[in-house]
Nanobody, 122 residues
């Protein structure tokens, strides 16, 4: 079992940066692939980024490519999402998720965090 807790969200102006963290419990964090998703009001949850267990491969949604970077520190049991050049359309609740196998943008992750709010103003 893995418990995930996101942090680092907040209210920022367009063009600013934020770094989200996803702290995981348990000693098997390195055996899970991670994903970040977001959900804006009235919209479906959408894929943002994913990273394999050893951080050898990453994937991004087209809408965030070149602006967001996913990473992880297995020694700290923590995943990250660095978000630069934020836009108002990035406003959403951001969720991290863990899966025993790398599944990229699929929503079939085994574990989900509670989410952290990111609001980008104009």
């Amino acid at each position: 079992q893995v418990q995930l807790v996101e942090s680092g969200g907040g209210l920022v102006q367009a063009g600013a940066s934020l770094r989200l963290s996803c702290a995981a419990s348990g000693r098997t964090f390195s055996t899970y692939a991670l994903g970040w998703f977001r959900q804006a009001p009235g919209k479906e949850r959408e894929f943002v980024a994913a990273i394999t267990r050893g951080a050898g491969n990453m994937a991004y949604a087209d809408s965030v490519k070149g602006r967001f970077t996913i990473s992880r520190d297995n020694a700290k049991n923590t995943g990250y999402l660095q978000m630069n050049s934020l836009k108002p359309e990035d406003t959403a609740v951001y969720y991290c998720a863990a899966s025993r196998y790398y599944i990229g943008g699929s929503t079939e992750y085994d574990y989900w965090g509670q989410g952290t709010q990111v609001t980008v103003s104009t």
